[in-house]
Every structure is written in C-alpha cells, then in structure tokens.
C-alpha cells in the first residue's frame, strides 16, 4: 500500500478491543505504564493522560496473579484497548483473559513449552483476543545465546522465525509480532528480515532508547528508517520516565515522515545574531496552547525577516518577527503587526477558528 509516498508493507489485520492494526489502518502509537497496576487511581488518571496524549493502546505490567482481579475497574474509567505485559508465568496470561484483557503480550524467550502457548492461544480465540508475541534482544533463548554469544540481530531473527514455524501450526491471526533491541541497526535488519517472510502485523520501536534527548534520537532515527522501508503497524518510543512523553515523541515521529497528518506541524526559526525575540520560549507557549488541535494544520514561527515572511505566508498561520514586533499570517495573507505577546493569542486564535470550522478540534 502506497501511504504519501511510503510503500508500505502489505500484512493481515489484527485487533484488539476497537482497535484495528495492520491491513490498510493507519499507524497507532502506543505506551505503557509505569506505576504498580494494583495501584488502580495512578494506574486510571496515567492512562487518561496518555488518552489525552492521542495515545491509541496501552500496556500494563502484570506481575502476579493477584493484578488480574484490577483489569476489570481500570478497562471501566479507561476508553483505549488495555494489553497485559506478561512475562514467566503462562497461567497469568489465562488470568488475565478470564478477566477479559483486550490483548496480551508475552515472551517466547521466557514462556517456552508449546503446550502452554497452545493453552493461551485456545483461550484467546475463544474470545478474539489480540496476542502480541515480542522478541527482545535482552530475553532471548538461552540456547539461541549460546549459539551467538551475544544478542545481535542473526539471533533475534532466529528467535522469530522458530514462533513464525510454531505459528504455522495453529488457525488463528489475532497477532502482532514484536521483534526489538536497544541497538538501532540491530532492530532495523531483524524486521527487514522479518518483514519479508511473513505478513503478520509488527509493531516497532527501539527498546529501552535511553533518557530525554537520547532517547528521542534513537527511537525517531530508527522508528523512522523502518517507517521508510514501509515497516511498522503500530509503534512504541519506550523512554525512561512519564509515558506521555514517549506518545507525543511517537506523533511527531509519525508526522515528520508524513505518515500521519493529524495535529499541528511547527516550522520553527533556529535563531541567530538577527533573532531579537525568544522563539524557543514563544514556541513552547505557542505548542501548549495548540496541543489539543487534531487537524493537520502547519504553523510558521519565525525569528527574522530573512525567511520569515516568505514560511509564515506558505503555512497554515504564521508570525515573522522583526526586532519585537510580529507580523502575522494566516492562510498566506497580512493581518497585522503586534507584539509579543499579541501575536501569539491572536496566532492561537486563527489555529484553533481553522480547526472548529472543521468540527476537528479535541475538546479536553
């Protein structure tokens, strides 16, 4: 499938509560919590957060039996599918269906016997439920280990193509295929592997990215190259700290190759000796102010009069700013000069009458 210019890799349609990945549905993005699930307030109010965020499917940490009989009040205050994180213990994975968890996600490298995963998936298709089978760099077989000494990605292909040859053996396609490590290049050749003999859904991401700006980088340079290739049903930035962030990074990952053009596109100025204003600070304001907007709108903020004009005019609205005063555009024409603080509020004002008159603006 052709998507704005990215040929997208063709795979079958998995989906998990009301959710549809893969097929010809667009990219969902992804995260997951990081507080204790028997902690249902935190757990709920994180996960309206992440709603907010445009998060479209979140994982919870399942440790123990005991954090199955949560599932049913955090799925009642929660709008987005709930999918279980389940690692060692295959019985938590029944559990955590009895209690009618939109999907779940296991370990091949820590839930091995056959018979056990039989037992899962007969439990799953009885009642549709999305199994996400995620191969990860760090878990991988011991004996796949032995064998390469060091989880690079020959080993990780390995490990996925012994579940795509169990797969084989059963009739169900509720499934998405994971397969990560926390070395970009790594990531990018096991799914361009993966990718070429079979056609269930993968979801991408670089695991464990790392910290802020570190981790930003890693995951939009590798993210984004597999995105290219037409690889990738549904993406996580996994980043250390409030999971909300990993969902906004995930969104603009998304825009800025193209694949998706909902909310606001920001050409901002770099700045320099001409720029008398603060365009890092003015365009923070600017994005919070926006940051509900859904509709795919470009937004120009500039800090001199070089390029400024000429982006402000070819964008959605923009404010080309000389010395303290910004000029003002909207839809490529002159509205005014005003000040600072002016410009932004009546910027943020144009935006937000461009989105109602759509009926695509997301009341928060």
Known sequence: MVKDGIQ??????????????????PISVQSM????????????QQIKRLEKAGCDLVRIALPDMDSCRFIPEIKR????????????????ALEAMRYNIDGIRINPGNIRKEEQIFHIIEVAQKKNIMIRFGVNAGSLDSKIMEKYKEPKYEAIVEETETILTFLKKIDYHNIVLSIKSSDILDTIKANEKIAEICDYPLHIGITEAGFDQKGIIKSAIG???????GIGDTIRVSLSGDPVKEVLVGHDILRSIGVRKKGINIIACPTCGRCKVDIHGIGRKIEKKLRNIR???????????????????????GIAFNQEEGMLYVKGQFVGRYNTDESIN??????????KETDQILIS
């Open 8 to 25: 997208r890799r063709k795979s079958i349609t998995a989906k998990i509560g009301q959710l549809e990945i893969g097929g010809n549905h």
């Open 33 to 44: 919590t990081n507080c204790d699930t028997k902690d249902t307030y935190r757990t709920i």
């Open 77 to 92: 205050n929660t709008r987005i599918p709930i999918m279980a994180d389940i690692h060692f213990n295959y019985h938590i």
């Open 223 to 229: 993210i984004g190259i597999m995105l290219y290739k």
């Open 295 to 317: 509709q795919p709108l470009t937004i120009a903020i500039m800090g001199c009069i070089v390029n400024g004009p000429g982006e402000a005019k070819s964008s959605d609205a």
């Open 346 to 355: 009546k910027l943020v004002q144009a935006v937000k009458q461009m989105a």
